[in-house]
T-cell receptor, first 114, second 114 residues
Framework: AQSVTQLDSHVSVSEGTPVLLRCNYS??????LFWYVQHPNKGLQLLLK??????LVKGINGFEAEFKKSETSFHLTKPSAHMSDAAEYFC????????????FGPGTSLSVIP | NAGVTQTPKFRILKIGQSMTLQCTQD?????MYWYRQDPGMGLKLIYY???????DKGEVPNGYNVSRSTTEDFPLRLELAAPSQTSVYFC?????????????FGDGTRLSIL
């Protein structure tokens, strides 16, 4: 069965330092992959997506992610954290069995310390 | 630009009561989805629709019903509320299937069953 693992349930960084949020997926085919962000009491917003084009994907607000097939990873990074980046981040993988569905990881909560 | 609108934002129900969570989108998207979000669990798909008149079950459909009479609206019905249905509910839409198209989310309905 497909699954998405977000290796850290919580990450804390200081403002201005790099952010790394880790995501691994299990899939027997080449999936589409997404990162979404959820600010408190809000819905999810797309940060970036990978759909078999360039392996390094740039998203909004300075975030990027690299698809590494050999490692089945899709880690999210940002060079310098901002206070407004504090939020919940979800890694999402497309379903093998359905064009219509995706599978959400459990989420990583990012805290940014001033 | 409203996007996806969910009402109500908050609701408290008694066990056994029924209610309808409303969702409407103004982007003329074919696909609509209902998810529930429980702490540390990511989002689980309840039901989805690929167009007016067509609905299908997701991972956790038990205790819920949906209808899709128009492109814009996708209400979620709870017939006999149970404490296990205490959750945050998100409606989402996308132009095509979620595999390749980003989903647009509402701000959620926070539901407590007591």
């Amino acid at each position: 069965a497909q699954s998405v693992t977000q290796l850290d349930s919580h990450v804390s960084v200081s403002e201005g330092t790099p952010v790394l949020l880790r995501c691994n997926y299990s899939s027997s085919y080449s999936p589409s992959l997404f990162w979404y962000v959820q600010h408190p009491n809000k819905g999810l917003q797309l940060l970036l997506k990978y759909t078999s084009a360039a392996t390094l994907v740039k998203g909004i607000n300075g975030f990027e992610a690299e698809f590494k097939k050999s490692e089945t990873s899709f880690h999210l990074t940002k060079p310098s954290a901002h206070m407004s980046d504090a939020a919940e981040y979800f890694c999402v993988v497309s379903s093998k069995t359905s064009y219509d569905k995706v599978i959400f990881g459990p989420g990583t909560s990012l805290s940014v310390i001033p | 630009n409203a996007g996806v609108t969910q009402t109500p934002k908050f609701r408290i129900l008694k066990i056994g009561q029924s209610m309808t969570l409303q969702c409407t989108q103004d982007m003329n998207h074919n696909y609509m989805y209902w998810y529930r979000q429980d702490p540390g669990m990511g989002l689980k798909l309840i039901y989805y629709s690929v167009g007016a008149g067509i609905t299908d079950k997701g991972e956790v459909p038990n205790g819920y019903n949906v209808s899709r009479s128009t492109t814009e609206d996708f209400p979620l019905r709870l017939e006999l509320a149970a404490p296990s249905q205490t959750s945050v509910y998100f409606c989402a839409s996308s132009r095509q299937g979620a595999r390749n198209q980003p989903q647009h989310f509402g701000d959620g309905t926070r539901l407590s069953i007591l």
